[in-house]
Nanobody
């Protein structure tokens, strides 16, 4: 069982940066695959980025490659998402998710644990 709490969202101008954090409870954080998803108004929740338990493998959706970076600090039970060169279309609620397994998945139903979400709003 793991509980996830996101923070770091806010209002930022296009081209700006934010860093999201997701703090996890539990003693086996390093064994979880961690991911970030987002949901824009009127749209389905979508995969953004994920990292394996050791952080040795990361995966990104094409629209954020070279702009977003996922990283984890297992000593702090925290996963981060650095958002750079933000665009209007990045506006969404960003969710942290965790799954038991060895591989990053893009599928929502494969993640058993979810945070409450943090709002990211990009303005022009």
């Amino acid at each position: 069982q793991v509980q996830l709490v996101e923070s770091g969202g806010g209002l930022v101008q296009a081209g700006g940066s934010l860093r999201l954090s997701c703090a996890a409870s539990g003693r086996t954080f390093s064994s979880y695959v961690m991911a970030w998803f987002r949901q824009a108004p009127g749209k389905e929740r979508e995969f953004v980025a994920g990292t394996t338990g050791t952080g040795g493998f990361t995966m990104y959706t094409n629209s954020v490659k070279d702009r977003f970076t996922i990283a984890r600090d297992d000593a702090k039970n925290t996963v981060y998402l650095q958002l750079n060169r933000l665009k209007l279309e990045d506006t969404a609620v960003y969710y942290c998710a965790a799954r038991v397994g060895a591989f990053v998945s893009r599928k929502l139903h494969e993640y058993a644990y979810w945070g409450q979400g943090t709002q990211v709003t990009v303005s022009s």
